[in-house]
């Protein structure tokens, strides 16, 4: 009898030992994964964060493509005005010294 329970208790201990070992690998396996998804979520936040940084510089470059183009046109606008005013300064001047001399002669 006291061989009995001596192995009944033994298998019993060596039971509860291997269901504590296999409740402590699942908590380890599930740590694992958590750990493993949240290195997966970061990484698909950095290649998110990356994308949005990629397509930030794209259409800052664009942007600044576009306002330089802008500028450019401008500038251009400005200097065909500036030329029609000296033209029409010249022809003024011109005009005029036209009209002294047709007064000079006249007299």
């Known amino acids: 009898e006291s061989f009995a329970f001596r192995n009944a208790e033994g298998r019993r201990q060596r039971m ?3 269901e504590r070992q296999a409740a402590e690998q699942q908590k ?40 330089r183009m802008e500028e450019a046109e401008r ?11 000296l033209e029409h300064k010249w022809e003024g001047e011109r005009d005029a010294e036209e009209y002294k001399k047709r007064c000079e002669q006249e007299r």
Do not use: I, P, T, V
């Open 75 to 85: 500038q251009a606008a400005e200097q065909q005005k500036e030329h029609e005013r």
């Open 28 to 67: 380890e396996h599930e740590r694992l994964e958590h750990k493993w998804e949240g290195e997966r979520d970061a990484e698909e936040y950095k290649k998110r964060c990356e994308q949005e940084r990629r397509e930030s510089f794209a259409f800052r470059n664009a942007e600044g493509r576009r306002q």
């Open 16 to 18: 509860e030992e291997a």
